[in-house]
């Protein structure tokens, strides 16, 4: 028996239905990390390591469920500095700065 033309199921799982291994894991880690203090128990769990290298690196890894990883930018081109003239007004008794030689140390 081959395929028949016009079966219900040709195409497939429908779009964003979930696997059933997938709806059991999710509802395991569920019970594991929010229900009966989960969380707080894993976190005492991390904090009984032997190892300061262990906690630390299991503190890590918990923070890239937590805190989206940055993304490395490198800024390019040309960078030109700029004056900048402030005029205060002839009411200060202050002259205005116009250069770096108008500036007393």
Request: glycine share 10%.
């Amino acid at each position: 028996m081959g395929f028949e033309k016009g079966h219900k199921h040709a195409n497939g799982r429908p779009k964003g239905a979930k696997n059933k291994t997938t709806i059991l894991g999710k509802d395991i880690l569920k019970k594991y990390f929010f229900e009966d203090g989960g969380l707080n128990r894993l976190l005492r769990d991390i904090d009984a390591m032997d190892s300061e290298r262990d906690r630390a690196n299991s503190k890590i890894k918990l923070l890239e469920y937590i805190m989206p990883k940055q993304k490395e930018i490198e800024l390019s081109g040309d960078i030109t500095p700029t004056t900048l003239q402030i005029h205060l007004g002839s009411t200060t008794g202050v002259p205005p700065i116009t250069s770096e030689s108008d500036v007393k140390e």
